[in-house]
């Protein structure tokens, strides 16, 4: 991998990467799409990563379609996959340990210890053996943007990280690999996530935070027998919870969702 794109390189074509856990659907696609336009040769990778798994069954259940996977990836242009083995990718215990703060700490990270050093364990070597100029990732994960870009600040990578608008279903729930894990029921209910966001997107004009909280959790725990795991209004940079509105900073609306069989993340601006 690395000698093909030193070739590469050394003829003066800039590579774009797009990460992926595979089970690819078209909000993958559109960050192939993206970093198609942007550069010269497109790298994805198709790594289900242990180590940002806390649940052994979780890591077990994940969907793998790696034929559909690869027939996906070369209608839409991608000029190779990498598809390493665990093995490969963790051939010993790592001894450097990569620290985010506070960022590390709410939502995402207090709900799923460990998630994030594992993501950007393996999202460093992948960036260390591809050497991309321009690595592309979902607003679906927010939060993972949010640390990916800390990780190569630190890292002084010199990699773009480009964060790309997240992609959804036309009746409004995000796409995700983890969605043939809803049963047809809470499909039909899905979409009140993404709905009670834009709600909430709303009520801030005439609701503190608490109350706008307190409403949503409401409406969508009417349905589908779903729970909400988390609901945080926070600063679109810091990632801290914000407890008063700000009418000048950026701000999120993230949530967790638990079904049956899975859980769901969404977040959109405020
Ligand atoms: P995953 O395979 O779930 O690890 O996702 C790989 C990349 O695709 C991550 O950067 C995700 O944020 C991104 N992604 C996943 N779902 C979507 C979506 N619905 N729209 C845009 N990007 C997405």
Redesign the pocket.
Known sequence: MREYLERAKLMGLSIGF???????????M??IERAKRENDLVVSSIFVNPTQFGDAKDLLNYPRTPDADYELLKQHGCDMVFTPSVAEMYPDQSLIEMKFGDLEKVMEGAYRPGHFKGVATIVSRFFEIIRPNRA??????FQ??AIIKEMNEQLKTGIEIVG?????EPDGL?????NIHLSFEERKAAPVIYNSLLLASELVRINEPEEVKHTIIKIIEALGGFKVQYLEFVDSLTLKPITKWQSHADQRACIAVITSKTRLIDNVAI
């Open positions: 797009v990460p992926t856990m595979g089970a690819l659907h078209p909000g993958h559109s960050l592309y990732f979902g607003q679906k994960d993972q943007l790309c608008a997240t992609m959804r995000a796409m995700s690999s983890r």
